[in-house]
């Protein structure tokens, strides 16, 4: 079946700090890798995606990229900001009924 | 564009009762899905909802059931709501195909007391 395993939290990073959050995944099929970002009280805002094997997604300084070899996509970022304080989520999907499956999020503390 | 609007952000509902959530999803998304999200399970698929049809359910009792309406709005409801029901409801649409992604809703808070 479709899983996803997702580095364990909570971080604390100081600002400008270097950021990796593990994610592996197990999938049946040829899934699409997502990273996903929940801010407190709201829902999940897309990041990042990618979807086949050696694509790199990107966007906001985040980027990750998808290991078909190693089944991962961590997400990695090269400086911080308190701005970047939230929980992350790690998902793929691989068919047609567009169901997600979700890691079980890492949050991200960033202080000054 | 508008993004997927979901109503009410909070309820709160005693045990044995039952609730209705409502989802708006993007227009021109005809794709609609729900998800649970509590601290012990994290986010739980619930089903999916694609041209009024449900394609895809999670493992959920059958208190919890979705419908879809023709202007691909979604509704679902749970009954006979039991404490285990409090949760962020999330809903999130998407175009049809493979590896969409999904855009979500803020949710609708349940408390259940």
């Known amino acids: 079946g479709n899983s996803v395993t997702q580095m364990e939290g909570p971080v604390t990073l100081s600002e400008e700090a270097f950021l990796t959050i593990n994610c592996t995944y197990t999938a049946t099929g040829y899934p699409s890798l997502f990273w996903y970002v929940q801010y407190p009280g709201e829902g999940l805002q897309l990041l990042l995606k990618a979807t086949k094997a050696d694509d790199k997604g990107s966007n906001k300084g985040f980027e990750a990229t998808y290991r078909k070899e190693t089944t991962s996509f961590h997400l990695e970022k090269g400086s911080v900001q308190v701005s970047d304080s939230a929980v992350y989520f790690c998902?793929?999907?691989?068919?047609?009924?567009?169901?997600?499956?979700f890691g079980t999020g890492t949050s991200l503390t960033v202080i000054p | 564009k508008a993004g997927v609007t979901q109503t009410p952000r909070y309820l709160i509902k005693t045990r044995g009762q039952q609730v209705t959530l409502s989802c708006s999803p993007i227009s021109g998304h005809r794709s609609v899905s729900w998800y649970q999200q509590t601290p012990g399970q994290g986010l739980q698929f619930l089903f999916e909802y694609f041209s009024e049809t449900q394609r895809n359910k999670g493992n959920f009792p059958g208190r919890f059931s979705g419908r879809q309406f023709s202007n691909s709005r979604s509704e679902m409801n749970v009954s006979t709501l039991e404490l285990g029901d409090s949760a962020l409801y999330l809903c999130a649409s998407s175009t049809p195909g493979r590896n969409t992604e999904a855009f979500f809703g803020q949710g609708t808070r349940l408390t259940v007391v």
């Open positions: 998902a793929l999907s691989d068919n047609p009924g567009n169901q997600f499956y």
